[in-house]
Structure formats: C-alpha cells, structure tokens
C-alpha cells in the first residue's frame, strides 16, 4: 500500500481506528471503514454513533473537498438527508462553504470535524428524533446551496449570486471594473464586497467558480424557467441603467 501524503491522515486514522486507507487508483487517497463519533451541538444533546464510511479524498485536497459515501445505507439515499441522487456521495453542504470551512483548517481533521462529523450529527439527529435537523436545514440541491451563498455573501438576490461567482471566475483586475453584484450600482473596485470576495478568491480556481456558477445557473433555470432568465434580463437592464432595483426574489 503507498504511504499517502494527506495532510492530517495519520491522526484521523488514529482518532478513527476502524477507518483504514484503502488501495486506490491514480493519485486519490481512498479511506474506509466505521467511523464512530461522538458529537454535541452548542446547547444540544450528545450523539454517539457509527457510520460505515468510503470517503476519497481528492488530490487537490484541501482545494477541492473529498466525496463520503456512507456504504451501510443506514442513511436512506434520498434528498431529504441530503444524500445526491446522481453519485450517492452525501451532501455535506454547499461547495463554497465547505471550501470555507477547510480552509480554517486545511487538513484531513479539519475537514472531519467541521464538515463530516456535524453533518453525521445532524441526520444521526434526524434518524434517532424523526423531528427534523437540530438545526436550521438547508434545502438539498441547487436551490439550497443559493440560500446558502446569499446567507454567506450578505446578498439579496438568486441574480446577485450567480453574478458573485462569476466575479469570483474572472482576473480580480477585470472583476474590479465591472459592476458590482452587491446592489451598489458602483463598479465592484470600489465597492467594500471587493473585500469580501477577496477572501473567497483563493479557496478555488478561477474556472472552479465560473464552472460552479454555470452549474448552480442552469439548476435555476431548470427550476425556475423562464422566470429566471426575465429576472436576469430585468436585472441586467437595471445594472446598465445604472439605477438598480432588484427584481424581487423568485
Ligand atoms: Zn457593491
């Protein structure tokens, strides 16, 4: 078996001894086996329990997050525990958060305590209590990961987003030119949401964003048709009008 050069894998293989690496192709690092925790939300109750893991973690790892999928299906593979219907891999929360999350704590730890373990409580939760997330619940896929971004980036607007991540795709130099997609009206350069976006910038590549924010476009307009593209047209006829009103949210 090839040592492995994951940041962090050799005390998650200590804190976790029945998850053990596993032959793999090509350069991912492939973990499996029971992962147990113990977990307690802030003011919640404490969960114990076990899951049978297969998580890959990506070469790029901490840049791009590895995929779990939980092989005991003790989790039923639906929406509803946030389970992706097209890979089975679990839903741990939307992309750009994650990559958030990791990048506090760039290594194999960080990422099992910030992104797995509180999602494994969550739906420990959810499957012991039948009551629901413990707390505030995102809904699964495209239209969850917006609320989500519009929660971290402080905006307003599904429009708003999508012309966030495409921000965040371009050379910040070219970015700064254009307007900004906070609502300001102003060119980005000038705006205080540069800022913010500068800490986002170096979570991802420039064509990760643009790719992730064509994908997070076309789950909209898959669900909202083509009330989606008027408010996109209506937005961007506002914006080059230089007075901007947001349409509201769909
Ligand atoms: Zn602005």
């Given at each position: 078996?090839?040592?492995?050069?994951?940041?962090?894998?050799?005390?998650?293989?200590?804190?976790?001894?029945?998850?053990?690496?596993?032959?793999?192709?090509?350069?991912?690092?492939?973990?499996?086996?029971?992962?147990?925790?113990?977990?307690?939300?802030?003011?919640?109750?404490?969960?114990?329990?076990?899951?049978?893991?297969?998580?890959?973690?990506?070469?790029?790892?901490?840049?791009?997050?590895?995929?779990?999928?939980?092989?005991?299906?003790?989790?039923?593979?639906?929406?509803?525990?946030?389970?992706?219907?097209?890979?089975?891999?679990?839903?741990?929360?939307?992309?750009?958060?994650l990559l958030k999350l990791v990048s506090e704590k760039p290594n194999l730890i960080g990422f099992t305590e910030r992104c797995l373990v509180p999602y494994l409580y969550a739906i420990s939760y959810k499957l012991q209590n039948e009551a629901g997330f413990p707390f505030g619940e995102?809904?699964?896929?495209?239209?969850?990961?917006?609320?989500?971004?519009?929660?971290?980036?402080?905006?307003?607007?599904?429009?708003?987003?999508?012309?966030?991540?495409?921000?965040?795709?371009?050379?910040?130099?070219?970015?700064?030119?254009?307007?900004?997609?906070c609502g300001c009206g102003r060119r980005l350069g000038i705006c205080k949401f540069n800022r913010k976006l500068s800490e986002y910038r170096s979570l991802a590549s420039r064509s990760w964003f643009r790719s992730h924010g064509k994908e997070i476009e076309l789950q909209l307009m898959s669900r909202y048709g083509m009330k989606y593209l008027q408010n996109r047209h209506k937005y961007a006829r506002s914006v080059s009008h230089g007075s901007v009103s947001y349409p509201d949210k769909l």
């Amino acid at each position: 078996m090839k040592g492995s050069s994951v940041q962090g894998i050799e005390q998650f293989i200590r804190d976790y001894p029945e998850m053990s690496i596993a032959p793999s192709h090509g350069s991912v690092t492939v973990l499996r086996g029971v992962f147990s925790f113990i977990a307690r939300s802030n003011g919640g109750i404490e969960i114990s329990d076990s899951y049978h893991l297969h998580i890959v973690v990506p070469t790029a790892f901490p840049r791009e997050i590895p995929k779990v999928t939980e092989v005991g299906r003790k989790i039923p593979r639906d929406g509803n525990h946030h389970v992706n219907k097209d890979d089975n891999t679990l839903c741990l929360g939307s992309p750009i958060r994650l990559l958030k999350l990791v990048s506090e704590k760039p290594n194999l730890i960080g990422f099992t305590e910030r992104c797995l373990v509180p999602y494994l409580y969550a739906i420990s939760y959810k499957l012991q209590n039948e009551a629901g997330f413990p707390f505030g619940e995102l809904a699964h896929g495209g239209q969850g990961v917006v609320d989500d971004y519009l929660n971290l980036f402080g905006l307003s607007s599904q429009e708003q987003v999508i012309l966030t991540l495409e921000s965040l795709g371009r050379k910040r130099r070219i970015a700064n030119k254009g307007l900004c997609p906070c609502g300001c009206g102003r060119r980005l350069g000038i705006c205080k949401f540069n800022r913010k976006l500068s800490e986002y910038r170096s979570l991802a590549s420039r064509s990760w964003f643009r790719s992730h924010g064509k994908e997070i476009e076309l789950q909209l307009m898959s669900r909202y048709g083509m009330k989606y593209l008027q408010n996109r047209h209506k937005y961007a006829r506002s914006v080059s009008h230089g007075s901007v009103s947001y349409p509201d949210k769909l």
